[in-house]
T-cell receptor, first 114, second 116 residues
């Protein structure tokens, strides 16, 4: 079975632009979470979706939004990009909605804002 | 407040040495889950081990072992007979059962370098 797949793997954007990152969970996984990892730091929680509903939101501005589709894939959208948004964005999927199951992470999308 | 603290920023060991990575966590929940993940240069976080708060039994899995002590809120991870392929950044993470968002709180990571 394929793991968690994210696209694109890398991209460069200009300040003020908008970006959409995509994630396909492992088949059968109904929960998708998004994390931002700034260089040299641990991942920081952005969103969790379970059964297409938002279950949690981290301490990120409203410029960040996400959604989950009927096939459980997910998009993370960031508007009005800032230089500080440059980071590795990780998607993780899980069978259930709780931490009990743990998460399987994708390889991430490395976003550079110039 | 930082929920997960990994005080060791970088560790270097010579191949075949044992190495222990420290993790201290903070939570008010009585039910929680602790994890160790490995992040190689490729960026993907690779799951290593998981521990439930109600099970303090320490185990060994191949070259990996862990020491979970609720009394000191520590969840240390040991690699026995380290290999060059173990070189990576290791993250300790906490998930709280009462957190409806089910987020993971990650530490800042420990960069392990195994020297051949």
């Amino acid at each position: 079975d394929a793991g968690v797949t994210q696209s694109p793997t890398h991209l460069i954007k200009t300040r003020g632009q908008h970006v959409t990152l995509r994630c396909s969970p492992i088949s059968g996984h109904k929960s998708v979470s998004w994390y931002q990892q700034v260089l040299g730091q641990g991942p920081q929680f952005i969103f969790q979706y379970y059964e297409k509903e938002e279950r949690g939101r981290g301490n990120f501005p409203d410029r960040f939004s996400a959604r989950q589709f009927p096939n459980y894939s997910s998009e993370l959208n960031v508007n009005a990009l800032l230089l500080g948004d440059s980071a590795l964005y990780l998607c993780a999927s899980s069978r259930g909605g709780s931490g009990l199951y743990g998460y399987t992470f994708g390889s991430g999308t490395r976003l550079t804002v110039v | 407040a930082q929920k997960v603290t990994q005080a060791q920023t970088e560790i270097s060991v010579v191949e075949k040495e044992d190495v222990t990575l420290d993790c201290v966590y903070e939570t008010r929940d009585t039910t929680y889950y602790l994890f160790w993940y490995k992040q190689p240069p490729s960026g993907e976080l690779v799951f290593l081990i998981r521990r439930n708060s109600f099970d303090e039994q320490n185990e060994i899995s191949g070259r990996y072992s862990w020491n979970f002590q609720k009394s000191t809120s520590s969840f240390n991870f040991t690699i026995t007979a380290s290999q060059v392929v173990d070189s990576a950044v290791y993250f300790c993470a906490l998930s709280e059962a009462l957190d409806t968002g089910n987020q993971f709180y990650f530490g800042t990571g420990t960069s392990l370098t195994v020297i051949p």
